[in-house]
Each structure stands twice: as C-alpha cells, then as structure tokens.
C-alpha cells in the first residue's frame, strides 16, 4: 500500500485471509507497511481507523490487533525511552492475531502480563550502550527524522 486507503484494504483482506484459515493452521499474520505512515502519529491515528474496521467486520473479541513502529513511542514516555522499543519495528507494521490464541498463551503462561513488565525491565536493563552493541536499529537518540 502506498497511502491509507490501500492499506485499509489490505487490512480488509488480511483479516479475511486470517478468518478463511483454519486456527490450526494459522493464528496470526503480519500487515507490513514500509510505504506508508511512516509519521508514527499518523499511524497512530490509523489504528482508529483499523479498530473501526474490526467493529465494522464484527470481529471485536475474535481478532486483536498488536502495534509496531519504527518510531513507537508509549503514552507518557519520551521519544528516546529506551521501553518503546519493545514496540519498534524496522517498517510500520499490524499484527493480527486470533483472540483465542491469546487465551491459549495465557493459558501456558499464567503470568502472561508479567510478560510486558519483563521485556521493558530488559530494555531498562540493556540501556542504550546494550541496544547500540546488538546493531538491530536506530538507537534511542538517533534522530527518527534522518
């Protein structure tokens, strides 16, 4: 997709494609979008436009939609902080995800919410010297508009 309104239609179409699988089969699928929202304020605001989608298709508590960017940044933290970057991906990416394998996770891992906390006191841990030796991305004082 090159603006929104393709990639809301890829976003249809994913969610399709996903319900047309058997779960068995497949559970999730990745809607990538490297030509698109690049401004991570503008596909934050695309992300209202995604959840209207899923109500529109009725699929509210059927699929769950998980958030990645390339500049993510969580609600009260600074751009630099070096926890969004357990939300950061190399493009602008949608992951869709079945609720019922949800539940299965957290089935398997009883504190499944723990798990956030852990991977941001990891991050907290690595701090930027860690991220910067792993070579994986932009550091958390890179200039997100280079």
Known sequence: ATDTEALRQDLIYELNSLLEQDPSARDTTLLIAPRVLADFFDYNDFLG???RVL???????????????PDF?????????????????????LHLLRESSIDRAVAA?????????????T??????GGWDALGVGKSPDEDSSQ
């Not at 891992?109 to 006191?121: L, M, Q, S, T, W």
């Not at 991050?123 to 930027?128: I, K, R, V």
Request: proline share 5%; hydrophobic share 35%; with cysteine.
């Open 49 to 51: 436009q995604a959840d």
């Open 73 to 93: 940044q969580f609600g009260g933290t600074d751009a630099d902080d070096i926890t969004n970057y357990t939300n950061r991906a190399p493009y602008p990416c």
């Open 109 to 121: 891992f009883p504190e499944a919410e723990a798990i956030f906390e852990r991977n941001k006191a």
């Open 55 to 69: 109500r529109k298709m009725k699929l509210d508590g059927i699929v769950q939609i998980a958030s990645f960017h």
């Open 123 to 128: 991050m907290e841990s690595l701090g930027q």
